[in-house]
Each structure stands twice: as structure tokens, then as C-alpha cells.
């Protein structure tokens, strides 16, 4: 039976400001403290009733004994007949589960210090290519952890347009260059195609035995050999840890190489934190719930089609990018977990960008457009920069100028010149960006996805979605498809 969303679709529309002058402990109520993160919700329209409602809708959907199934590494894929295992990587799921991503985790660190004592010879450059789950979490933490490490350049080739990849050759040395090849199956198209090319390049650069310099990340360490990469430099993980939620595997392998081993243990003892504090706090108090059921309110309740997540700081400019695919790949279903059509919104659009260049571009709609978009600011109290504090200050005080004039508005005679506000707003407030607060602020985002999803009813880790257009491109490839009138010419004007 579907959901009954009657008390939460009835909640009172009140006005932010309006809840701010009737509560004067609106602040303490939608705001928390957890792992060196502070969350603060009171610029949105979530209310104790509010809360109260998606208790009940949480109850419905069962969503205490879905968390607990998540964490006891039940087969909760359904649709793929998988457990979902990520939490294992951090040391919370079930024993065996935990006992494996270890295992695994201790063979990824043995690898590490064999590259570090130079057994592979002298490694300046790691070259990963993967894309989806298999870049963009692990190009995250390189980008906002890993670039002044000092230990080794990396880069992280995703797209099959060439020009990524000579980008890459113009700055690297073929003869110190590591190749690590990230693909959850070892099939994508694209990641074989530039792990190729790469082993051309180091090849005409002088490597003679270039396999020498490939590690292999993937859940299919067979593919992986027949490919050509020696077995003691595969770093496997588990089938069960789905690819946009794998950066804490084997997949993390070019950040944790980037970053020292302790660095990556304390992302995952960071995520851990996240998640405990997800497994054991009441929902009122929980914050991937509360930061779901501000999400859900907006996209199934107020309708907005979209969420923008903006990062004012620097070092975070890949966030948006990595919570496309966590939250769109997971939410973006129409169909429930039992096979039947979704009668709501799914997920809404991620979007998002860099404060505060996205204040010149793109918050004119934000703040007096049509549409209604919830956005969340995500900053760091401790700069990422050596430069005048003015920097700093300036940034920060620009992220929170902006939540409160969405909220706030300003009247005008001159409509043009007026701005409506009631806009909503989320706040989450690093105290610093290190490995441990960037593994939490990730768990939480995880979490939260997987609360929309339990309340969705749909199953938030498989992703059919993506397998048509492929399938298509590999059987056009082929020149076996069939295709409308106005693909086949785009195809004869390109290839003739
Ligand atoms: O096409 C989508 C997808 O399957 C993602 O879910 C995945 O992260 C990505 O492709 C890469 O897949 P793989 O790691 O198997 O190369």
C-alpha cells in the first residue's frame, strides 16, 4: 500500500520569519553539533509538527528496521539481490562484512607502502582513470584534501574525450607515471579505452614493462587479470559496495596514496562517527533524517523540481559534482522497490557550484525567480588559505548574507527591485576540512540519501537507468543499431 503523506501534504505553510518570531528556540531545535559538523536547519520550513509527521511516515516505511538491515548487511538491493556493504568499509556493518573490508583495507595499505619504498620503481605521477563511483568520489578527496600533500601528483581521468587524457600527458612523466585503473566491473567502455591509451603512452614514453605500472581497482579481480594486471597489484572490494558509494574501498586508493595512510583511516573513523551517530540517535535529533525530511517536504510538498547545494570554499568545489551522482543515480527512480510505479516526484535534480562565484552567476533565479529551490551552503571555519584573513571573512560572511536574505527578502515599490524571500535554506558548517570532518560530511550525505529513499519507497542502490544509452552507443559501435531519423544522421554527418 503507498504511503500516507495526508498530514505531512497538510502541514501549515507558515512563513520562515513567521517561525522565527513564534519560536525562540527555533535556532536550538533544527540546529545540531556532530563530528566537528554544525547542521543548522531553522532556515527551512521544518517545524515539530513537520518532524512529527515524517516520524510517523518514517514508522510507516519502516525506515528503523531498513537502517538496521542496512547496518546488518542484509540483502537490501533487492532488485539486485545485493547487500549494501559501505558502512562495512568504515568498520560499522556486520562482523564478517567488517572482517573483509579490513582484510582488504590492510592489502590496500601494504600496496601503498610498497609504492612508498619505491618497489615499483620511482613514482612521481598516479594517472587513475575510472569514471562515476570510480572517479568522482576519490577525485573529491584528492581535491579538497590531497593537493599539497607533497607525496605524489594525481590525477583522475574520467571522460573518453581524449583531450582529458593528453591534458594529463602534457604534465606527467610516462617514466614515472603509476596507472591505476578504477572500474567496479572492469568492463566500462570508456575506463578500458583510457586505461589503453595510457599503457600507449607510457609504452612510446620508454616503459618497457608498462603492466608493471598498472594497479587495478575492481570487484572483479579475474577481468582484471585477463586484462593483464599482475594479481598482487589488484587491490579488490566487495560486489556489495555499490560504485557511488565506494571511495571508502579499494576505490579510494589514488586519495589514500595522495594522503598518507592515516589520513584515509581517519575518513573512515570520520565517516564511522557519521555513521553511529545515524544508527543511534532518535530521528528528531538525527541529522541525515532531519536533512532528508527538509528534502523531502520541499520536493513532494512544495514541488521543487530541484536542491542546490553550494560550497563556499574552494577545496569543496567537486562536492556538487559527487552529490549528482549520490543523490540522482540513487533517487532517480520511478518505480517502488516492490516494482510499482512511483506515484510521486523522485529524487529532485542536484545542482549546485562554488561560492561565491555562483552568486554572480546564478542566484538572481534563486532569489527572484519563479521557481522555488531549496539550497544548502556547505563552509569551513578554518581558511584553506594562507592569504589575509580578509579572504576568509569575506567568503563566510557572503554564504551566510546570502541564507539570510533569501529568508528574509526586502519589500519594494519597484516589483522588479522587490524580493519575495520565504526562501529556504540549510547551513552545514565545518569546524575544519580535514580527512575526519570530509569522511563525516560524506556519511551524512549517504545517510540522507538513504532516508529519502527508505521514505520513497524505492531502492536507492541500483541504477538501470544508466544501462539503455549504453547499450545503444556499444551496439552502434557494432553498426548493429537501428536508429531514428535524426540520430542516424547526427551519425552519417560525423562519421560520413
Ligand atoms: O554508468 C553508471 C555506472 O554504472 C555507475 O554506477 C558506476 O559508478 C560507473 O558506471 C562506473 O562503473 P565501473 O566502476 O564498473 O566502471
Given at each position: 500500500m503507498?504511503a ?9 505553510a ?23 559538523l554544525?547542521f ?14 515524517f ?24 532488485t ?13 556493518g556486520?562482523?564478517?562484512d567488517?572482517?573483509?573490508?579490513q ?20 613514482i ?50 610516462p617514466t614515472?607515471?603509476l596507472?591505476?585503473?578504477?572500474s567496479?566491473?572492469f ?8 586505461a589503453e591509451?595510457?599503457?600507449?603512452w ?31 597489484r ?6 556489495s ?12 586508493f ?8 592515516d ?20 530521528l ?21 523540481e ?18 549528482q551522482?549520490?543523490e540522482?543515480?540513487s ?11 512511483l ?10 557550484g562554488?561560492?561565491?562565484?555562483a552568486?554572480?552567476a546564478?542566484?538572481?533565479l534563486?532569489?527572484?525567480?519563479t521557481?522555488l529551490?531549496?539550497?544548502?551552503f ?6 584553506g ?7 576568509h ?5 557572503n ?48 545517510h540522507r ?9 524505492i ?11 549504453k ?15 535524426s540520430?542516424?544522421d ?7
Amino acid at each position: 500500500m503507498p504511503a500516507d503523506w495526508t498530514a505531512i501534504e497538510q502541514l501549515p505553510a507558515t512563513k520562515l520569519t513567521d517561525l522565527f518570531a513564534a519560536d525562540a528556540g527555533r535556532l536550538d531545535s533544527f540546529s545540531l553539533d556532530i563530528a566537528g559538523l554544525h547542521f543548522d536547519w531553522s532556515k527551512t520550513h521544518l517545524t515539530k509538527d513537520a518532524v512529527a509527521a515524517f516520524e510517523a511516515l518514517a514508522k510507516a516505511q519502516d525506515l528503523a528496521g531498513k537502517r538496521e538491515a542496512l547496518f546488518a548487511g542484509k540483502v537490501i538491493n533487492t532488485t539486485e539481490g545485493r547487500s549494501v556493504t559501505h558502512v562495512a568499509e568504515r568498520g560499522e556493518g556486520a562482523e564478517e562484512d567488517v572482517a573483509k573490508a579490513q582484510a582488504l583495507h590492510a592489502r590496500m595499505r601494504a600496496l601503498i607502502d610498497a609504492i612508498d619504498g619505491e618497489a615499483l620503481g620511482a613514482i612521481a605521477h598516479i594517472l587513475h582513470v575510472g569514471i562515476g563511483g570510480s572517479a568522482l568520489g576519490p577525485d573529491l578527496l584528492v581535491d579538497a584534501l590531497g593537493r599539497e600533500s607533497g607525496r605524489y601528483d594525481v590525477a583522475i581521468v574520467s571522460n573518453v574525450d581524449g583531450a582529458a587524457l593528453e591534458e594529463v600527458f602534457a604534465k606527467f612523466d610516462p617514466t614515472a607515471t603509476l596507472l591505476v585503473v578504477a572500474s567496479k566491473t572492469f568492463t566500462t567502455k570508456e575506463t578500458m579505452l583510457n586505461a589503453e591509451s595510457v599503457l600507449q603512452w607510457m609504452a612510446e614514453g620508454g616503459v618497457e614493462d608498462v603492466y608493471g605500472r598498472v594497479v587495478a581497482l575492481t570487484a572483479d579481480p579475474d577481468k582484471a587479470i585477463e586484462w593483464g594486471v599482475d594479481e598482487t597489484r589488484i587491490l579488490p572490494f566487495a560486489d556489495s559496495v555499490g560504485g557511488r558509494y565506494s571511495l571508502w574501498s579499494s576505490i579510494g586508493f589514488p586519495a589514500a596514496l595522495a594522503l598518507g595512510w592515516d589520513d584515509f583511516a581517519d575518513l573512515l573513523e570520520g565517516a564511522a562517527e557519521m555513521d553511529r551517530h545515524f544508527k543511534q540517535t532518535a530521528l528528531g535529533q538525527n541529522a541525515p533524517a532531519l536533512a532528508a525530511f527538509a528534502d523531502l517536504y520541499y520536493a513532494q510538498v512544495r514541488h521543487c523540481e530541484t536542491r542546490a547545494t553550494f560550497a563556499y570554499d574552494e577545496r569543496l568545489r567537486l562536492l556538487p559534482s559527487y552529490l549528482q551522482q549520490l543523490e540522482m543515480e540513487s533517487n532517480g527512480k520511478g518505480v517502488t522497490i516492490d516494482g510499482e510505479p512511483l506515484t510521486r516526484p523522485s529524487a529532485p535534480i542536484t545542482w549546485g557550484g562554488v561560492g561565491t562565484d555562483a552568486q554572480h552567476a546564478v542566484f538572481q533565479l534563486l532569489h527572484q525567480g519563479t521557481h522555488l529551490v531549496p539550497v544548502e551552503f556547505v563552509a569551513v571555519i578554518e581558511p584553506g588559505d594562507t592569504l589575509s584573513e580578509d579572504h576568509h571573512r569575506q567568503l563566510l560572511l557572503n554564504a551566510f548574507a546570502q541564507g539570510a536574505a533569501l529568508m528574509a527578502g526586502r519589500d519594494n515599490a519597484d516589483k522588479a527591485r522587490a524580493y519575495s524571500g520565504n526562501r529556504p535554506s540549510s547551513t552545514i558548517l565545518l569546524d575544519t576540512l580535514d580527512a575526519r570532518t570530509l569522511g563525516a560530511l560524506i556519511a551524512f550525505y549517504e545517510h540522507r540519501t538513504f532516508v529519502s529513499g527508505v521514505l520513497l519507497g524505492i531502492n536507492s542502490f541500483d541504477q538501470f537507468g544508466v544501462e539503455l544509452g549504453k547499450e545503444m552507443a556499444k551496439a552502434a559501435d557494432a553498426g548493429g543499431q537501428e536508429f531514428d531519423v535524426s540520430t542516424a544522421d547526427l551519425i552519417k554527418r560525423a562519421f560520413g
